[in-house]
């Protein structure tokens, strides 16, 4: 009854569901496709599964689903192809940075009934799994106000920055997806800020690198997300949800704990300096609750709705900063 | 060459500047004023000092400086007259609810130039000085980003929020003053989100009672302020500085910091309660800084003009939230 | 119905105490004695009391209470002088270095039935208080097992190792107090390891800088105490306690809790560099428990008795050191 | 030019490194042994290897090297007959709870100049490895002062305590092994104490539950372990290490790391509560570094002789205990 994967795409990412495919006891790796044959081969040789083009894969009758790890300009195209095809999807965010683009492809994930889950791989770190925990048990009751902090060791290339779609939409779209995660209540409303700090290639670029986002919902929750392309000290990844009975916190990850005591104070090493080694645990998470899924464990989460919904709020944060005002994401929706 | 001192409103923040002021080897007690006179005498009592009425202090030769911590509508007059009278005035924070009212009340201390110092208390606060000292060397490169946050054990009653000023004026002023003492630049826009979630009664007087607030820079720096009115957990002060180099923050205080492990977990005991108790060593060095003004020691800070400055953001942010939108603060100035 | 005291010894440690009662409701500071003229002024100036020798504070009828702060050898004398004048004795530990002479004062004090304290003042440091009360309460369930970690920043001087007793007389025997504070019943054995690691000139005095002692009650309760004379990092004062139900620690405390993170890591401050800030708490609550005691507040604690069997302990050690083993408390008692 | 594996021992520990040697890219598991077959087929199921007998493991000429990981009173047979048939061997700890029969174990290891490394596993933590690392690179100076701390979460089943050799030798002994790979020099004397609090029957059995040890040096290094067979709260493993410039020290680890504040304070999770999820990551790092051996990276480390010392450290604590003293490891070596 194991699940059997195609994984479309063989770079960073793609190598990391590769090892959580092959890692999974329901679940083989079959075979993989990347448009750089060489990619490909590599992880065909570590875990001993095939190279076949996406035709191929398209039409296999011994897949059952597939990983996309391909470009983001890509996304949507294959999700409908193998939508149409049968197959199950797990798709990298995002699915495109067009609103309508993503709108259209949901519509025929609907019309097909095929399974589509979105690659939100931070819903499923342990730490902040356990946040979410505390507040479905009702620990701090209802919640009222959530912070969520979202720093990048330094920038990506500016290549990376010109076809990412910018920076709400690309960095920010974790922490919206979180703040849903989190608030309990659809946002109703986005009012943002944004400047150029780290680097002034990035305001060249039409792009920001230092934001702030509240949101607030229709019965008064707010949540702030903060981000920064730059931290000195490592990724800075934390939450906090304040509710009507107390508070949960989720704080930074580093890889070793020691601590140094000298005339100068006390020290500890920096955090994690990359989202892959800070972000381990999740991956595998997020591939073995899609193969959960196949295997009736109950509908996608994160769904295709959810990574449209996160883009929504991202257009909203666009134009927030565009007009100097509160946006209500009814105006975008 | 001790300098001699009237104490203006003998109830509970009178009470601690008195103990502040007969604690500093550099300052005498002479007399106290309030209304109420069983509250004087029992400064009176227990520090050895005159009661007298706020027209004999203003004329008193034995007195060189007041601390006012009367009513807030009773402030701006106050610190009128004594400019006037050539003493030297510490005002606890607000001069006045009105902007109008406070620039009224500066422009009499410029002509008579009289000293007055506003009682921000926090800029004493040990740890937040550490961190603004951390900044002035350089520790975190250039100020991009500074958080902060602030959350008051519980709501106070329904007849202080009457006559609050709102949220904004009452309890973010500070923060607003915080965030002036470390962005190291002037504030140029406020954009506010406001709801009430802890107490309907709140929103019913017209009040909010959570709040956020992003102020910027005309460089692009941006502080993001968090208030609450309700923290189960106690008195939750802390702030976070974000620059080019690195970061410095300043965590919560606790009265008691031991911590019990159990198969439940490990626990430390709630935050200070209080903000008497979580600032007292803020609220002696604060007088302790008048008093080296008032020897010599340079002008006051924070000053009049700060205190100006700190309203006006609180205006700001009521009309940001009124209209949905982001204000420059040249708008209101 | 104030506390009338005597003040003798007008040192350091003098200030601390005259600072104290002066500063407590229920007490006044009617006269200070100490063999340097200057210093005794001194007191006198800042707090309005009377110099006067300590023939006449023995004598006088307007003192219920002296606070021993004389150097050490003078301790048991004065007690006993004051002991049989009527006066109640609250005195700086230790008593003697000599248990024979701690005996023979203690036999003087109860005879006499005199009110005798003595200054183990980590007992009422708020944290480690806490830790007690958490014991007291249940939380840990029974007691099993102790460890008290205490660093000094640096060695004293030389002329001060040459008549302190040693080590476990003069540094340990606080632990020895917090060890019988916590355990909840006597100490049966010692086992004490000594070594000269951070000064030979400490070893040329026939003294040590760095031991550990392990405790052990009839029950096999155990009670692990480390110390050196060395701790670059500042003043380290730990303590933990585990029980059968869990376990509750007391950490260090630093003046300043700020955190700078940069490339280099997360860096917080030292600790108090020095016992006197580190306990200042405890200083003021000492003498409250004393003044307490006086206005009916029960026994005084720790008493003379509790000042014996900790000095008993030191000498075990110092017999375990030097024949390299463990030494029953009923071999010195 | 992979390592080609034989895996003795198909139990809990030998699954550990079953995963651990497959998921080695320089290794490779060949074959499985146990004495209950079904367990041995099982790791061949899941890896993909077969199931041999202990003799045809012995035989093959397709296996470089072997782990041994069958009970204790096996694991000195199984070392000889496999370094007399030309085989690396990686062997849990502890050789053999006999002095005698250990040192004729690695006389043969010698003779046959046979691969050897003990399974120490906590020498690979990385947060351990992280603290030796310090040391090593002179942060804190020269090595005084350590302490180890190790607590169980409950004490083992009582058949297993009859044959685990007792706590020195079954516990302690990691905490020997961590001592000796801390404070960079011999140990000279072993001072313990030892007592039943809690499980009267593990007395009963011989044994002791709560023990505290003291190792010095000739240099006058000290060492303390505390060990004990429960800790409510965890798996309780912490060190310290205090140097002539500073001290390091490594704190405990749990598997979810969030922060819960309510009014009943700040709750932070329970420790992992199981030896394998807090040394998951060093059961694989130690098979990485004896793969790391064969293919010609330096002398297998911990080696024989690492475990000779060690179980000497624990033979003379039991002497410790039984005659209440202190005992020179000369004297048993």
């Given at each position: 009854?194991?699940?059997?994967?195609?994984?479309l795409g063989a770079g960073?990412?793609?190598k990391v569901h590769?090892?959580?495919?092959t890692?999974?006891?329901?679940?083989?790796?079959?075979?993989?496709?990347?448009?750089?044959?060489?990619?490909?081969?590599?992880?065909a040789d570590q875990y001993g599964c095939a190279v076949r083009t996406v035709e191929a894969i398209l039409a296999a009758g011994d897949i059952d689903a597939v990983v996309i790890c391909t470009p983001?300009?890509?996304?949507?195209?294959?999700?409908?192809?193998?939508?149409?095809?049968?197959?199950?999807?797990f798709c990298e965010k995002p699915i495109d940075l067009s609103l309508d683009r993503v709108k259209a492809c949901l519509k025929v994930v609907r019309e097909t009934r095929a399974t589509l889950m979105v690659g939100f791989n931070r819903r499923f770190d342990p730490h902040f799994r356990a946040v979410r925990a505390e507040i479905d048990k009702g620990t701090i009751g209802a919640v009222e106000m959530v912070t969520i902090t979202s720093r990048d060791p330094g920038p990506p290339p500016m290549d990376y920055i010109a076809r990412s779609g910018g920076i709400f939409r690309d960095m920010t779209i974790h922490d919206f997806d979180m703040a849903?995660?989190?608030?309990?209540?659809?946002?109703?409303?986005?009012?943002?800020?944004?400047s150029v700090l780290v680097d002034p290639a990035i305001g060249k670029a039409g792009d920001f690198d230092s934001v702030n986002v509240i949101l607030t919902t229709a019965s008064g929750r707010q949540c702030v997300i903060t981000n920064s392309r730059r931290a000195t000290y490592g990724y800075d990844q934390r939450i906090e949800v304040h509710g009507s009975r107390g508070a949960v916190s989720a704080e930074n990850q580093r890889p070793v704990s020691i601590e140094v005591a000298t005339s100068a104070g006390y020290t500890r090493p920096p955090l994690h300096d990359f989202f892959?080694?800070?972000y381990t645990e999740a991956y595998a998470a997020e591939i073995a609750a899609f193969i959960a899924t196949l295997s009736g464990g109950g509908p996608a989460s994160p769904s295709g709705e959810d990574g449209l919904a996160a883009l929504l709020l991202a257009?909203?944060?666009?134009?927030s900063v565009a007009e100097g005002r509160t946006v209500r994401v009814s105006e975008l929706a």
């Open positions: 009854m194991s699940v059997r994967f195609g994984l960073r990412i793609g590769a090892r959580a495919v890692g999974d006891p329901g679940a083989s790796l079959v075979a993989v496709a990347d448009a750089v044959p060489a990619a490909a081969q590599a992880i983001t300009d890509t996304h949507a195209d294959l999700i409908e192809r193998f939508a149409r095809a049968g197959k199950a999807v849903r995660f989190l608030l309990g209540e659809d946002v109703a409303t986005v009012t943002a800020t944004a892959m080694t800070r257009d909203c944060a666009v134009k």
